[in-house]
Each structure stands twice: as structure tokens, then as C-alpha cells.
């Protein structure tokens, strides 16, 4: 052994250049792939830490008939887990959980904070260490609060949280046990927690018996032992069989068919991201390309060894030829350059870690999280070694073969070691470059897709937006009033609007039933509350009608008083119809079967408001109808809307004088402290809010621009190492072209030649292939741009230069070489 590692040894230090080149490539190779590891093994252990994890599940809910493909939310109605598990010993525990942002006070301090709302054995499913108190007591008891470890120091600091009060929405709940801090890879981190109470304001309304009010996260954990895909059948037969019809004024109404639950894995929450996830997670199909990424990036740094190792085979020839001619069998040779290979690998290793450890900072920015090398992780560490001893392995095992294959009288007269070595370099060559192009067109693509999505005209103004949450504040009927009245008066103040969606938010919206008199079936809308001038507030464009008009009271929905204070109908009043004026988008003439926008004005639409199967009814007249506008992202094509002037809000929309930013802000949060002292404003940007939805794309832009430019380095590297094999071969008949009278740029020419083929063989096999994946994952926006033939046309020519470039220097040095030097060489 320690024979093999001298004479290793004494290789790399006599071709200082092949193992400098070689080392650098699987460097970096191999840190690239650990950049990627790192990221993809974070996303695909969440909730893994939870006892019985695989046996956990969580309802969501698909929603059909919007007009469009179904989509998935995670959330159910408040009735539908407890139903569901009532006598079914397949499935051991339910628990849901909900929550609100309320305000919390700790003495002189106030919080706004999300107070979740859980069943008393959520941490029964989901256990936690109990640092204090007694946790399975605190969550049977309405007066009574948990807090995790961080919520705790958040309010007290270093005393102890238990036993102290803490004022939640106003009311007094004590402190009863203080639990550890969920880790960071979870889909939801819970740091104030209660049960159901009548004494606050539960976010939900809902009644224990509201079946499609989508508010709460429900999940179930199945006995040992239980099939989930049976499971799963039987909640979509129970659920078509038991849920209840919506009673509206045009009779009962299957929303069965409307409204499927499903089940999903608990540890596939965070790579099967759907509609309002608690936390925004990566789709395993991103995870997957990530890894195969990684994968084509060790490719190319262990074709760069295998290229070096067979292009300098005619220097190791006459080594090989020694050694069989004194006894050494072609299995001890193999033992030798394989050990070679794995030698070089090990330290490519060491400064792969090294160089991993320089880019976290970055690369943990770039794809936002925390991601870190954790060397006390038997796991992560094993993954390491076997990604480096597989790198190794396919790194020499070509070479071990062929070099050890070398016949021994051949091999002291000078041959090579194969003769087909060079088509092999040529045929990994186009491999190399193909990854390349591959990488750099997809990085266009994704990049391009990505600033078409921010620079989309949204069919609204997003700039100098300012929203305000009011819900919990203001929001109620009658007093969002004095606050717009106020801000409208304010310096900085262009304009003020109120409504019950929060734009750019990443749930679409309450769904409403939508019918025009005489249709046998409503259809399922968007449905949206709004203030007058919300449709100049938000530079909506009208193309048919008129907007709302403060001067026309009929406009309005009048509901009557026991409705605006929260009180049941008086007895006898099981339904109520109440004229007003509607808005519809353009998808909303289409999906009521309007043959134009013009068409649509002055006809009635009756539209069922409220938690889905309330029997209020707004007869609605179409006064108007703006062009589509996008609610949220461009992953999902606008959906159908209807609008109405209402009374009870969630959010303002303020629109800031252009210059004046500072000025309007500070109105705002001057005239927030009148009217709701010591309450802590929310307010954001609105064209902030709209970034953040295509943070996913940057991320995934950002990587393949990273990855796909260290994929061409690599192959750079290796090209240059080629050259030297070029050089040796290519002498002499350099030599002899210039005595016949070759010039410096036809030489160039001609050396260069030999590298354009590769490379265009390479374009040939990586646009087709990239065209292809790439429409497949534009195929998830419902707008999207074109694939331009010029970014794969670029990425070819950039590969192209960057391989010229790469040579060009060492064979200009070449071809000026003294025609008498280069007949010498041989």
C-alpha cells in the first residue's frame, strides 16, 4: 500500500498541471454537489422529527368548477376531521389547528401576534418537550395559554413564563406550560397556542358543524397498520355520501361536487406545495431537477479526469510496459491508478468542503435558508464519503482499465494505450458541453420567466400601494369609515379604498355561487366586497358600464341591522334576497355565459354570499366590468369575479401621492394611533407583496445560473488540460506546416476547428432536450413567455467562445514555435 501511495505520489508531483487541473475540477464539482445535497436534504426532512410522521396526514381540500383546472387548498371546514374519524379505527387521532393575528399585551408591551387555535390533543399528535407546567392540561382549559420556549423569552425574557397573564384580544389567559421550540424544518412553528374559548373572537366564525368554511389545517394520524390510499377512498365515498347540501333560495345545492377532500403525507406538506400552505415549500419536481443538476456536474468533473488520464496515456505506456515485463499483473495496475484516482478525489474532497464552507453565506442567501455543513452528522457525513468514493470510482475506472490493458512489447515501442481513446474524449467532450448549454439555456429561460412575471402588467397600479390590515381593528361595518375619511385628508393621501381580499395574497378568495335567473346550476366565482372608488383606487380598467356611485345608495348592499351586529334572523326568516349593483371582470362575462362585456350590462345576477351555502342571496344588476386583473401570481390563470359595495372589510388600499412617500406614511401610522392607540399598525407594499410570489423563481433562476456556470468552468478546465494532449500530438506537423509556408491565423484556425465540432455536436444534443424540459416546467404558469431560439443559439456560441478562448493561448504559443523546435520534438 504504502508502494502504490509513493508512486502516486511522485506522478502528481512530476505532472504538477494534469493533478492541479484535476484537483480543481473535482473540487468544485464535488462542492457544487454539496451546495445542492445540503439544500435538497434540508427540504426533504421536514416534520420528519415528529413521532409516527409516516402515519400522519393532512386533509386538504380541492375545489372544482372555477372555470379552470381544480385547485388544492390546505384547509377544510371545521366539521369535517371529528366527522370523518367518528368510528373508523383506521384512524387513531384528529387534530385541527387555526389562526389569527390578534393583538397580545405583556404589561406596558403590546404584540401582534398569530395566536393559534388548536384542539386540547394537537400536542398529543404533535408532541413537544414540556419545559414547564403541564401541557395536556393547559390545552383543555379555555382561560389557559401554551407558549413555546421562543414565545416565552419574546414576552418575559429570562423569568418564568409560568403562571403570568398575558392579554390576548383583550381577554386575560394565564400561562400553563411552556413547551420547546418546533426546529426550523417544520411547515408550521406555533408559539402561542390555545384552545376554542367563546370569551375571544375565534378567527373561524364558523360553526362546529360548518363543513366548507376552508379555515382550518385538519390532520389525522392512522392506526399502525392502515392503508392511507384505503383511507383515503373511504374519506372521498364518506364525504360525497355525508356532506351536507348548501340551503340557498334556489334550493339545495350538492356541494359535494364541488369540494373533494384528499389526504396528503405529512412529510410531503413541504414538497407538495399548494394553496394557502402555512409556509411556502419547493416542489419535489424542483428537488428532483436540483439533484439531477448535481449529478451532471460530478459528470462533468470526473470526464475531465478521465479526458487528462487517456489523453496522457502515451506518458504512463512505457510505465506500464516496465512493470508487466517485471511481473506486476494487470490487477495491481488497476489497484494503481484507481488508488490514483480516489488520491486526487480525497483532496479534491478536502477542498471541496473547504471552498462549501466559503459559499454557504451566499449560496444560504440565494436560496434562503439556513442551510450549514453539520459535521457531527453521521448521515450528512456518510453521504459525503459516499458521494466522494463514487466520484473516485467513476473518475478512474475507465483509465484503471485501459491503461492496465496495455500490452507490454507495444507499450516500450511507443504505442498508446487504445486506439479508440480519442473518439472516447470527443464523445465526452459533447457530453460535457452539452450539460453545459443545457445549464446555461435553462438559466435564460428561468431567469426570463422570471422578469416577465415581475414586469407583467398586472391589469392594476401596484406602485406607491400601501394596504392596511384592519380586520381585527377596524374592519367591522361603520369603521373603516373615519379612518379613510381621514386619510384622504392627509398630505401624501392620492387615495383610499377598502375590500375583503387581500391582493397578492396566496389563497385566491372567498368562493360565492353565481347564477343568472333561469339557470338550473350556479357556478363558483370569486367573490369580492369592496368600498366605492375601489375600482379608481386600483387603476382597474373599465370596458363596459359604469363603476359605483357613493350618490346612488341603490348600489349598495343594505343588509339589515340584526345582520350587521352579528344576530340570528328574527323567527320565520330562513332566506333573504337583497337588491344591489355588481361589477364583473372579464372571465365573469365569459364563465355566466354573456356573449360580451357590453352584452352583460343592465342583466341580473343572483349571488350567494357569505360561508358557502348561506342562504343570503344579493340580486345583483351588472352596472359594470373591468378588464381581468391578477389577484395573485401568473402560475394560475385570473379567475372569474363579481364585485359589491359591503360593509365589513379587511383591508384598506392607499395610494401614495408619487414623491411624497415619506409623508404619506407617516399620515398613516399618525392617524392609525388616533383612532386605535396602542394598537401596532400592519401595513406593507403592496408591489412587495407581489415580489415575494415569485421568490421561488429567483431561487431556482439564482441556482441554475450559479450551477450552470461552474458546469462550464469545469468543462473549461478540462479543455484546457486538453490542449497539452493537442500539442504533444500536433508538433510536428505544426512544424512542417510553416516550412510549406502556413501562417499564424490559418494554423489557429485549424486547431481551433477541432474544437467547434464537439461543441456543435453538443447544441445539436442539448437544444432539444432543454426545449423539452423547459416547456414542460413553463406548462405551470398560466402565463408565461415564449421560448426564444436565440437563448439556446447564445448559450451554444457563449460555450463555444469560452472553449476558444480556453485554447487559444496555448496553441497561439504553439504555432509560433520555431518550425526547427517543433522537428526536433519527436
Not at 459528470?299 to 505506456?317: D, E, H, Q
Not at 456560441?797 to 518550425?819: C, D, N
Request: proline share 6%.
Amino acid at each position: 500500500m504504502g508502494h502504490y501511495l509513493t508512486v502516486a505520489l511522485r506522478v502528481m508531483a512530476r505532472h504538477k498541471l494534469y493533478a492541479a487541473l484535476n484537483v480543481l475540477g473535482l473540487g468544485i464539482g464535488l462542492a457544487a454537489a454539496i451546495l445542492i445535497l445540503l439544500f435538497v436534504r434540508h427540504e426533504t426532512s421536514f416534520d420528519a422529527f415528529f413521532p409516527s410522521a409516516d402515519r400522519i396526514y393532512q386533509i386538504d381540500t380541492e375545489v372544482h368548477d372555477l372555470g379552470q383546472a381544480p385547485r388544492r387548498i390546505a384547509k377544510t371546514g371545521r366539521a369535517i376531521g371529528p366527522a370523518f374519524a367518528q368510528d373508523r379505527p383506521a384512524v387513531e387521532a384528529i387534530t385541527r389547528m387555526t389562526g389569527e393575528r390578534v393583538a397580545v399585551r405583556q404589561g406596558d408591551r403590546l404584540f401582534q401576534e398569530i395566536v393559534n387555535v388548536v384542539d386540547a390533543d394537537f400536542l398529543a399528535v404533535f408532541p413537544r418537550v414540556v419545559l414547564a407546567g403541564d401541557a395536556g392540561t393547559a390545552l383543555a382549559d379555555p382561560a389557559a395559554i401554551v407558549l413555546t420556549r421562543e414565545g416565552a423569552r419574546r414576552y418575559f425574557g429570562d423569568w418564568p413564563a409560568l403562571g403570568q397573564i398575558l392579554a390576548v384580544d383583550g381577554h386575560a389567559l394565564t400561562v400553563r406550560a411552556v413547551v420547546a421550540d418546533l426546529p426550523e424544518n417544520t411547515h408550521f412553528r406555533p408559539s402561542l397556542m390555545m384552545v376554542p374559548t367563546n370569551s375571544i373572537i375565534l378567527p373561524t366564525p364558523e360553526p362546529e358543524g360548518d363543513w366548507f368554511g376552508l379555515s382550518w389545517r385538519t390532520y389525522i394520524r392512522l392506526a399502525p397498520g392502515a392503508n392511507a390510499a384505503a383511507v383515503e377512498r373511504d374519506l372521498a365515498a364518506w364525504h360525497r355520501r355525508a356532506a351536507p347540501d348548501a340551503q340557498t333560495p334556489q334550493g339545495p345545492l350538492r356541494l359535494a361536487e364541488l369540494y373533494a377532500p384528499h389526504l396528503r403525507p405529512l412529510r410531503a406538506i413541504h414538497t407538495d406545495p399548494i394553496e394557502d400552505d402555512a409556509k411556502p415549500g419547493t416542489a419535489a419536481g424542483t428537488l428532483s431537477l436540483l439533484s439531477l443538476v448535481a449529478v451532471l456536474i460530478l459528470g462533468v468533473a470526473a470526464i475531465n479526469f478521465t479526458n487528462l488520464a487517456t489523453a496522457r496515456a502515451s506518458l504512463r505506456a512505457r510505465e506500464v510496459g516496465v512493470r508487466k515485463t517485471v511481473g506486476a499483473s494487470r490487477g495491481r495496475l488497476m489497484v494503481q491508478f484507481m488508488g490514483e484516482a480516489l488520491l486526487l478525489t480525497l483532496i479534491g474532497m478536502v477542498l471541496a468542503v473547504a471552498l462549501a464552507e466559503v459559499a454557504l453565506p451566499f449560496y444560504s442567501r440565494l436560496v434562503a435558508t439556513p442551510l450549514r455543513l453539520d459535521y457531527g452528522d453521521p448521515a450528512l457525513m456518510g453521504l459525503l464519503a459516499g458521494m466522494g468514493l463514487l466520484t473516485g470510482i467513476a473518475s478512474g475506472a475507465y483509465p484503471a482499465f485501459v491503461l492496465s490493458g496495455v500490452a507490454p512489447i507495444p507499450a516500450l515501442r511507443g504505442a498508446t494505450a487504445a486506439s479508440g481513446a480519442g473518439r472516447l474524449r470527443t464523445l465526452l467532450v459533447v457530453f460535457q458541453f452539452a450539460v453545459s448549454i443545457g445549464l446555461l439555456a435553462a438559466a435564460a429561460v428561468v431567469h426570463s420567466q422570471y422578469l416577465y412575471a415581475q414586469h407583467k402588467p398586472l391589469g392594476f397600479q401596484r406602485d406607491n400601494m400601501v394596504m392596511v390590515d384592519i380586520d381585527d381593528t377596524l374592519g367591522a361595518p361603520g369603521k373603516w369609515a373615519g379612518f379613510m375619511d381621514m386619510l384622504r385628508r392627509s398630505p401624501g393621501i392620492a387615495d383610499v379604498a377598502a375590500s375583503t381580499i387581500y391582493l397578492g395574497s396566496p389563497n385566491e378568495g372567498d368562493d360565492e355561487l353565481v347564477r343568472r335567473p333561469g339557470d338550473a346550476a350556479p357556478v363558483t366565482m370569486r367573490g369580492e366586497g369592496v368600498s366605492f372608488g375601489y375600482i379608481q383606487t386600483m387603476g382597474l380598467r373599465l370596458i363596459a358600464g359604469r363603476t359605483f356611485d357613493p350618490d346612488r345608495p341603490a348600489d349598495k348592499v343594505h343588509r339589515p341591522e340584526w345582520m350587521l351586529v352579528g344576530k340570528p334572523p328574527p323567527p320565520g326568516v330562513t332566506s333573504l334576497e337583497l337588491p344591489a349593483a355588481v361589477v364583473l371582470n372579464r372571465s365573469g362575462v365569459r364563465r355566466l355565459g354573456f356573449a360580451s362585456p357590453d352584452a352583460a350590462i343592465g342583466q341580473v345576477v343572483l349571488k350567494t354570499v357569505g360561508s358557502v351555502g348561506s342562504a343570503l342571496t344579493i340580486r345583483g344588476t351588472v352596472i359594470g366590468v373591468v378588464e381581468d386583473f391578477h389577484f395573485r401570481s401568473i402560475h394560475r390563470p385570473v379567475s372569474p369575479a363579481i364585485f359589491h359595495v359591503g360593509d365589513g372589510f379587511d383591508v384598506l388600499m392607499v395610494r401614495l401621492k408619487a414623491g411624497e412617500m415619506v409623508a404619506g406614511l407617516a399620515a398613516i401610522d399618525r392617524i392609525w394611533a388616533t383612532l386605535v392607540p396602542g394598537q401596532p399598525i400592519r401595513r406593507w407594499f403592496l408591489a412587495d407583496r407581489y415580489q415575494h410570489l415569485y421568490d421561488q423563481e429567483r431561487r431556482t433562476g439564482g441556482i441554475f445560473a450559479l450551477f450552470s456556470g461552474l458546469a462550464v468552468f469545469i468543462a473549461c478546465l478540462g479543455l484546457y488540460g486538453l490542449v497539452s494532449f493537442t500539442a504533444e500530438r500536433r508538433t510536428k506537423e505544426i512544424g512542417i506546416r510553416k516550412i510549406m509556408g502556413a501562417t499564424l491565423p490559418q494554423l489557429l484556425r485549424l486547431l481551433l476547428w477541432q474544437f467547434f465540432k464537439p461543441v456543435g455536436l453538443a447544441c445539436l444534443i442539448a437544444w432539444p432536450v432543454t426545449w423539452w424540459a423547459l416547456r414542460r416546467w413553463l406548462d405551470g404558469y398560466a402565463y408565461r413567455i415564449a421560448i426564444d431560439p436565440l437563448w439556446f443559439l447564445a448559450a451554444g456560441a457563449l460555450s463555444l467562445a469560452l472553449a476558444w478562448v480556453t485554447v487559444a493561448g496555448q496553441l497561439a504559443r504553439l504555432a509560433r514555435e520555431r518550425p526547427v523546435r517543433a522537428l526536433r520534438s519527436e
